[in-house]
């Protein structure tokens, strides 16, 4: 499709305004004010349910390959997930994939 320049624009406003929004919902409504322990422990999970939600699409469907599925990434994901797992510690998980991906791209040829 092909938006014109000020649909473009109008977008990103009400996209930043929406952001705004959500974001002022706790931030100011709710401020320095002690939130219910169940509201708490819900937040808890937030982290560990949108990080999947970005990354698998990029496993899973990776652009570099034209959406198809990748051994070479699926190598790399198993390796954060097995690092992060035994060390307890996502930023170590994150590291070896990261090692993992840029020394099979580099090892298997194209």
């Given at each position: 499709m092909?938006?014109?320049?000020?649909?473009?624009?109008?977008?990103?406003?009400?996209?930043?305004?929406?952001?705004?929004?959500?974001?002022?919902?706790?931030?100011?409504?709710?401020?320095?004010?002690?939130?219910?322990?169940?509201v708490l422990r819900h937040l808890r999970y937030t982290p560990v349910a949108i990080l999947p939600g970005l990354v698998a699409p990029l496993v899973m469907w990776p652009q570099a390959t034209g959406?198809?599925?990748?051994?070479?990434?699926?190598?790399?994901?198993?390796?954060?997930?097995?690092?992060?797992?035994?060390?307890?510690?996502?930023?170590?998980g994150a590291a070896a994939g990261a090692v993992t991906l840029a020394v099979l791209v580099w090892l298997v040829p194209a």
């Open positions: 092909n938006y014109s320049e000020a649909t473009i624009w109008a977008i990103i406003a009400i996209m930043g305004i929406g952001t705004y929004l959500i974001r002022f919902s706790f931030l100011g409504l709710i401020g320095d004010r002690k939130m219910p322990d169940w959406g198809e599925p990748d051994p070479i990434r699926f190598a790399a994901a198993a390796a954060t997930i097995a690092v992060a797992w035994w060390w307890k510690n996502m930023l170590a």
